[in-house]
């Protein structure tokens, strides 16, 4: 894909990543553990999405040689299916950080019991 989008999506990795917002200096990838998802039959032939991209006729990459298309034309349903899933994962991470935290380092605060990308 020619375009960075503010999102991507790399079905054979099962992985989402924002680049946007609080992780727009350094993206963060999540997997995300739920194959009935990923088997979905409307992404058969989606190889990778670069979603928020400046040219949205490069935003869905396909694994045959459908040309590249926007979102809206993939017909993938909604993105905060994607968003609501890398939230869900960022906020285990947080968690698990949280849990595992040195105690001797400095105060942590509350254990995070939220995480929001703030939907497209």
Same mark, same amino acid.
């Given at each position: ?11 054979? *990795? &099962?992985?989402?990543?924002? &680049? ?13 553990? +739920? *194959? ?5 039959? &409307? ?14 006729? *490069?935003?869905?990459?396909? !694994? *045959? ?12 349903? +909604?993105?905060? +299916?994607?968003?609501? !899933? ?6 285990? &991470? ?7 935290? +040195? ?7 509350? !254990? ?9």
């Amino acid at each position: 894909m020619a375009s960075k989008g503010t999102w991507s999506v790399i079905f054979d *990795d &099962k992985v989402v990543v924002k &680049k946007t917002g609080d992780m727009e200096a350094e993206p963060m990838g999540h997997y995300i553990d +739920d *194959d009935a998802f990923w088997s979905q039959a &409307k992404f058969s032939n989606i190889w990778a999405i670069q979603y928020g991209c400046a040219n949205p006729d *490069d935003e869905v990459e396909h !694994r *045959d040689t459908t040309p590249h298309c926007t979102y809206a034309e993939a017909n993938l349903g +909604d993105f905060n +299916d994607f968003i609501t !899933r890398f939230d869900a994962a960022h906020l285990a &991470k947080l968690q698990y950080d949280w849990d595992v935290w +040195d105690e001797e380092e400095s105060v942590k605060g509350p !254990r995070p019991s939220s995480y929001s990308s703030n939907s497209v």
